[in-house]
Structure formats: C-alpha cells, structure tokens
C-alpha cells in the first residue's frame, strides 16, 4: 500500500498544514509519496527532514517579518515576498534555522514539488533531484506568488505558484503509484473558489505573461473540479481530506497572528483523523 499526502498551500493559512504534519511526526505517521504546493511546498520539507515544530516558528516568527514580506521588498524588487529570505537566508546552512538537508535527502518517500511555468502556463513537477544543499529554487519557484512578486527563475525558466495550474495535484499522485491519499487543504471543506477575483491580476499579467495568465484564468474552474474528484475519491475511501472549518477571513498573506497559531493548533487536532484511514 503506497500512502501518498498533497499539502496544497496557501500561504500564512498553511500553518494548518504544519500543524498536521507535526501531529504527523509526534505520532510516528510516514507517508510514502509526498507532494507539496507553494508554502505546502515548504511544510513538506522540515516534515521529510524530521524537523518538528520548525515550521510553527516559520509562521509564527519569520514569515512576520519586513524582511520576508513587505511594501519595502516591493518597491525594491518588484517582490512583496523575499522569496530568497525565507528559503535561502533562513533556511540555508548559517541561518537562523537551516534545513537538514541530509536527512530530507535520506528520507525514502518520493517527494515532488509542483510549480507553474511562467512561459507556457503548465505545471512543473520537481523532486528531490533538483534540489541540492543550499539551493531550493523549486520551493521558491512553486511559492511565487503571482502579482506579489515576479516569476522566480530555476535554471534559466521562469515559473510562479504551482496552485495555478494544478492546485490539488491527486491525479499526479495516482499517476505515480499511490493507492491512498491524504489531501490538506487550508480552505474549508466545502469552498468554492471564484473565478472573479483572479480577474484583476489577470489582466495584469495577460500582456507580459499571457499563457501564465491563462492559467490564472482558469484555476478556480481547476481547484473546484479536483476537490469536486477527490470528494469522488473519498466516498470510495481512497482518499482523506482534511480541511479546516474556519479560517478567519485568513488570505494568503494575511498576517494575524493569533489566526496563524489558531490554525495551527486546528490542523493539529483534525490530523487524528489520519491513522484511522491508513489502517483502514
């Protein structure tokens, strides 16, 4: 039985996700195929590494920070978030609170980080061979944001946030093997998404990044139709998903506090519904 776990993102509301991933590592859950979007993306990594509570100080502390996000970064960069920050200065060997590599390289699960490339508006799937010590480009890329910052650059391509084309990537999971998936999302269960509030950074992005833009475009109709086929898939008991059922008019970089350790501590508590369903 090959167990697989997609954490979806969503910026500062995925402290959700951190918080099921460390309730995952206090009580010995290992997933065998792990794939991660955008700040997923990141969770994933300190949860492969066995680096407990290292993204609860993340959320709770770095990502607080000017240095990470901030009118300033934009008016210097054209980057309201330091992608570089975060997944660079932070997290490199000397930082403040370094990933171990090592033991994310020597952990056996497949891992795979989806990004949207900027020039054909397609997803990328990277893994653990396109990442070396002190060089994690396809986090960065697959947690650009589009119209906070402009696309990050992996080996001379472009890419932004791979929630924009495949937003709950469960097929790519069952394209490579896994028989059960637990899906995180950092929306609550029943959300739809609304295609009219991509508009504006549509049309913004239309001229210089138009395949990008269409697929910007269309991720609502995406996000809705793949929770619409994991819901499918959990009535037949393949899938799990957790969800939270509140999250406080949290946006992606909506930076409140109080919300961040709330959903946290949420998503610490939903995770027990996970050995459930692997013994299943």
């Not at 056996?108 to 490339?117: C, N, S």
Request: aromatic fraction near 12%; hydrophobic fraction near 35%; proline fraction near 4%.
């Amino acid at each position: 039985m090959k167990i697989g776990v997609i954490d979806v993102g969503g910026g500062l509301r995925d402290s959700y996700g951190a918080g099921i991933l460390d309730w995952c590592m206090d009580n010995g859950i290992k997933f065998d195929y792990c794939i991660g979007v955008s700040a997923g993306a990141g969770n994933l990594c300190s949860y492969l590494s066995g680096q407990r509570g290292r993204n609860y100080v993340f959320y709770t502390d770095y990502d607080l920070r000017e240095e990470s996000m901030s009118l300033r970064n934009y008016v210097k960069t054209r980057n309201f978030v330091d992608l570089d920050y975060g997944y660079g200065t932070l997290s490199n060997t000397g930082g403040e609170y370094p990933l171990d590599f090592e033991a994310l390289m020597a952990n056996p699960a497949e891992f795979k980080i989806v990004a949207t490339d900027a020039f054909s508006g397609k997803p990328r799937y990277f893994d653990k061979t396109d990442m070396n010590q002190d060089d994690y480009g396809a986090v960065k890329a697959s947690s650009c944001v589009p119209a906070a910052n402009r696309p990050y650059y992996v080996n001379g391509a472009g890419y932004y946030d791979g929630g924009m084309s495949d937003p709950i990537p469960l097929e790519k999971c069952f394209e490579d093997g896994c028989d059960k998936v637990v899906i995180i999302l950092t929306r609550p269960y029943d959300f739809v998404r609304d295609p009219k509030k991509d508009r504006t950074i549509v049309a913004v992005m239309n001229s210089e990044f138009p395949k990008a833009a269409e697929a910007l475009r269309r991720r609502a109709l995406i996000y809705n139709t793949e929770l619409w086929l994991a819901k499918q898939y959990e009535a037949k008991g393949k899938v799990l998903i957790i969800a939270p059922d509140d999250i406080g008019g949290m946006k992606t970089l909506t930076r409140d506090p109080e919300m961040i350790k709330k959903l946290y501590h949420k998503g610490y508590e939903d995770a027990e519904a996970i050995e459930a369903f692997i013994e299943a």
